[in-house]
């Protein structure tokens, strides 16, 4: 038992108000339409100003927010006013962590990255809807993003969603990398 999967994270969110989706390897899963590997986390992105109304819809869960290296604090006003934009949901009766939350920046409806605010798109842009009415966040977003730390499990996921991108994703994660990671070797790729 551990964190869930996209279906157990809809169905909770099922008439939420607000834009959210699937994030990381799990939203490339989604984008595929089929699972190419284990995955030990669930990520889940949401605008920063609506992050307040998603702990009461989990009432069985704390809340925590990472304070330093290793370290975490219970979420609070002044925890989440810190620099981190993750915070981890844990299941008390099963003592297992479920899934992470991305506190997004935003201006109204348009997503503002948090690596470089100068790249922005409408909400409506940023994520897809899978076959079973999964929101997840588009490959060319999720992949910025990997390219930070490029893990094996990054460099599968490129691998992956790569060569079922379209022109367009291609193009744009073309022009973020030169941005946000000017020396990275997926930039040559995505020609």
Known sequence: MGPWHPRDFAARMEGADFAWCVAGGWAIDLFLSTRTRDHEDLEIAVPSSFFETLPPRFPEFDFWVPQGERKLARMSTETLAGESHQTWAYERAAR?????????????????????????????????????????????ICLLFKAKAVRDKDRA?????????????????????ERVHPDHDWISATQ
């Open 96 to 140: 297992v962590w479920r899934f992470d939350v991305f506190r997004e920046p935003h201006d109204g409806d348009t997503w503002i990255c948090r690596r470089d605010a100068s790249i922005r798109r409408p909400y409506a842009e940023v994520f897809e809807v899978s076959a079973h009415a999964i929101p997840y966040l588009r490959p060319e």
């Open 157 to 177: 996921d490129f691998e992956a969603a790569l060569p079922r991108m379209s022109p367009v994703q291609r193009a744009w994660l073309h022009t973020a990398l």
